[in-house]
């Protein structure tokens, strides 16, 4: 296995991260226990070192079973890392409760990676002004946190205030060949490099899209090498980024945790052709978009409860993946139904407020026919 060494602190952890947020499950929506278990015990005896988890996760059974799973082990050849969910969090006691809930649920004394979990500027603030990063400052001061950090998803701009705001001890971002220019992307991989900020990866498959690249995409990788999988180069341009330390993946079968304990036993770098064709796909991906929505949310809220940059977000997903099952779910959600296209009013206050120059409603309009045709022929077919 693939170990990175985080100069900061002293410590090698294996490439491969256990990301447990996917588990398998049984058919009442409960974690299948027995494989998940024997799952994590394959990867551990591989040489994984490193587990993820979050209050959350799983209905908050991730990580008590986690815990379960780590409470055999010595001590010191693991890390956990554990988030805490800061949209909970409403007073400094609601994160004292929390804190003390997860060592329980994990049977630990100490976390060695703590992370706020999924952060932009305002819920940081927010997390400021209530004194909760204090707090977590105390905690690292008495041993019971290691490491401190903070998950993120938002904007480039939330993420340099919150990556300046205070010396982190790393930072998980979400990072693949395709998102180099969402989210923290390339620029918050090179801000952290400057400052020394070591980075775990998460999302190093996009949620297991890169896996479903349409028919055209996928042959110029079977190209290369008819036995490699979409998953394996995804995985690989990940780790070809140095201050990469830990590449989180959420396993949801023992054939995935199989596959991954190969591609990083040993890892391969890419070479330049492989590099270039990835390049290639993603270019082609991007050219498929249906427009420029960057998610900076400056349109938002709306009157009529519109998440407009969320229903640009699927519809640009789809189009590039060219396949409905990449955002079923989402589109499908019956909570989110009120925030969906049909809700517009076409009232245009949103349109002179998007740098993009969008017209938002009639590229909600487009949204709405699209993805409704798209279900329609997935359902029929
Ligand atoms: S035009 Fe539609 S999306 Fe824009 S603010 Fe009005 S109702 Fe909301
Ligand atoms: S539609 Fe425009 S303003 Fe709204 S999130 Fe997208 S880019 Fe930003």
Known sequence: METRYFETFDIHASLLGFGA????????????????????????????????????????????????????????????????????????????????????????????????????????????????????????????????????????????????????????IQYNYLDTEEQAGDKGYELCTELGIP?????????GSLTRLSPDLEAKLKALDADATPASYALRWVADHPNVKVILSGMSTEEQVRENLQTFSPYKPLNENERAVLQEIANSMRSRIGNNCTGCKYCMPCPSGVDIPGNFALWNKYRMFDNYEVVKNQWEQKSDEDKRPPSCTECGQCIPLCPQHIDIPTDLTQVQEELEAARVAYYNK
């Open 21 to 172: 947020m996917r588990l398998p499950v049984t058919p009442d929506g409960k974690i299948d226990r027995k494989r998940a278990l024997a799952m994590m015990r394959e990867a551990y005896e591989a040489g994984v070192n490193y587990f993820d988890t979050a209050y959350p996760y799983h209905g908050g059974e991730s990580e008590p079973l986690v815990g379960e799973f780590l409470s055999g082990l010595d001590r010191s050849t693991f890390y956990v890392a554990t988030k805490l969910p800061q949209w909970s969090v409403h007073s400094i006691d609601d994160a004292k409760r929390i804190f003390e809930e997860q060592l329980a649920r994990l049977q630990q004394s100490y976390i060695d990676f703590y992370l706020i979990h999924s952060i932009d500027k305002k819920a940081f603030d927010r997390m400021v002004d209530l004194g909760v990063v204090t707090y977590l400052e105390e905690e690292q001061k008495k041993g019971r946190i290691k490491h401190l950090g903070f998950s993120f998803h938002s904007i480039y701009e939330d993420f340099e205030y919150i990556t300046r705001f205070r010396p982190w001890d790393f930072i998980q």
């Open 199 to 207: 980075l775990i990866v998460m999302e190093p498959i996009k949620g």
